[in-house]
């Protein structure tokens, strides 16, 4: 079987513009699988230098470096109801570099000319704000540490010159991912006594955008990798798995369109003034679906999103909330509205990817809260009606979680919420039972009790779940 390295893989190289913080397995089959694909649809041609954002990883930079840092996305999945797959061979990393052990040359990158841009994933823990962060250290602690003290070096070195500020895209799965960057950035210098003329250089010649990014990402794998070695041809160490199905939403001003035109080669790329509505749409009806459907569908004995989808009680349950409950409660059209929704429900039928619900129910509580009860209090308030099947995966939520379950099931969250749920569960009590956990302030940010229905409707929710079992439960509320 062929290495995958240039000697056996013709690689042009192209010129660094892109710095990227994050080497991992999401990037290249989202980010770096992109921009090879605009590259080599000749709408761009741009190089990528991947840096670790944190100490370690030599093992992986190694295979990086036996590869050339070339790799292939393997890509499985659902359009437009029959299956589909892609293989692409990735060619647009240049090099890894690890600042830590090779700081000079990841400087020296980042003061170049041709940079253009920094792409960031350094995971929700990356972007935080770390008080008395040595800018000086080499390479500093944090993401936002590092970012400024680099800024400030390539401020300096170009004399303030506005047409050598960065576009800087964030891809961090937290809400104003970009604009919180620059807000720490801006707290780094504040902190440090750096010059105004550098706080004026961030605001006005450096553009940071919000981004909502969109594509499952099993990784490497390992599982069958030897029959995809042999399906490829080449021996290839950093293979990445994940599904067709591509959406990656970019906020900010109109600059960012005309250097990163991936658009233009057809990749599902949606540049926007402000992101903030495509984002509740989209955790309404994607992560809501999910959140919604796990305390079910657990309950039923599945295991992943594939085998929720194939009982078709819970296939159905899914399909009406998102119809006549969650799209309703959303102000855009409805016919896009509902094309929209199909896209997205369509990748729960991927037999490809093994989506486990245990997985998905991870802090299940504050996701809850964030994902499903939006829909709950528009749905009263803006429409005047109960939304009696998102109600109701609440109270599947609370019976999973009180360990009265059909099922045996050990839920990953806060702890003391999940202690403060069993030691209260009253069986004589239901309604007082879940008063209480509405009404715990620690529990939630929002205020449960503004919605009296609410608390009723979840209560009936749970005596039914304990009464029928959940079958018969779910099948008593969907028409």
């Not at 830590?100 to 960031?120: R, T």
């Not at 010159?161 to 604009?179: M, P, T």
């Not at 998102?390 to 109270?395: E, I, N, Q, W």
């Not at 059909?406 to 009590?429: A, L, M, Q, R, W």
Request: overall charge negative; some cysteine; charged content about 30%.
């Amino acid at each position: 079987m062929k290495k995958i390295n240039k000697t056996t893989v013709d690689k042009k190289e192209l010129p660094v513009k892109i710095l990227q913080f994050g080497e991992g397995n999401f990037l290249r089959a989202f980010v770096d699988w992109m921009i090879h694909k605009a590259n080599e649809a000749g709408v761009m041609d741009h190089g990528v230098v991947a840096v670790q954002p944190i100490a370690g990883g030599e093992f992986v930079a190694n295979i990086f470096n036996e590869q050339d840092s070339m790799y292939h996305v393997y890509l499985e999945g659902i359009k437009d109801k029959k299956p589909v797959k892609e293989v692409t061979l990735v060619k647009s990393i240049n090099k890894v570099l690890n600042p830590y052990s090779q700081y000079a040359e990841y400087e020296k990158l980042f003061l170049s000319e041709e940079l253009e841009m920094i792409i960031s994933n350094t995971t929700e823990a990356g972007i935080r704000y770390e008080e008395g962060d040595d800018l000086n250290a080499t390479p500093p602690k944090s993401f936002p540490a590092k970012m400024t003290a680099l800024l400030h070096k390539r401020y300096k070195k170009f004399k303030g010159d506005v047409n050598k500020g960065l576009l800087i895209i964030c891809c961090e799965l937290i809400e104003d991912n970009g604009s919180t960057l620059r807000e720490y950035i801006l707290k780094h210098a504040e902190y440090n006594k750096l010059e105004e003329g550098f706080i004026k250089w961030i605001n006005t010649a450096c553009h940071f955008y919000d981004t909502l990014v969109d594509r499952i990402v099993p990784g490497f794998p390992k599982e069958n990798i030897n029959e995809i070695k042999e399906e490829l041809g080449f021996d290839d160490n950093l293979v990445v798995k994940g599904e067709y199905f591509h959406v990656w939403a970019i906020g900010g001003d109109s600059i960012i369109k005309e250097k990163l035109p991936l658009d233009k080669a057809g990749l599902n790329v949606l540049f926007m003034d402000d992101i903030k509505d495509f984002r509740a749409k989209k955790v309404r009806i994607l992560n809501g679906s999910h959140t919604a459907m796990v305390p079910v569908a657990l309950q039923l004995g599945c295991q992943t999103v594939m085998d929720a989808f194939n009982t078709p009680e819970v296939e159905k349950y899914i399909n009406q909330m998102v119809a006549t409950e969650v799209l309703p409660a959303i102000d855009e059209d409805p016919e896009e509205l509902k094309a929209f929704a199909a896209k997205i429900l369509e990748r729960f039928y991927n037999p490809y990817l093994k989506h486990y619900l245990k997985d998905i129910s991870l802090n299940s509580i504050s996701k809850w809260e964030t994902r499903d009860y939006p829909t709950v209090y528009d749905n009263y308030k803006k429409l005047g009606k109960s939304p009696r099947l998102t109600t109701f995966s609440f109270a599947a939520l609370l019976v999973l979680y009180s360990g009265k379950s059909e099922v045996s099931f050990t839920p990953n969250d806060t702890p003391e919420f999940i202690e403060f749920i069993k030691s209260t569960y009253k069986e004589y009590d239901i309604n007082g039972w879940v008063s209480g956990i509405l009404q715990n302030k620690t529990m939630w940010k929002e205020n449960f009790t503004e919605i009296p229905e609410f608390g009723e409707e979840v209560s009936e929710g749970v005596k039914l779940i304990l009464d029928k079992g959940m079958l018969k439960a779910l099948k008593s509320i969907i028409n």
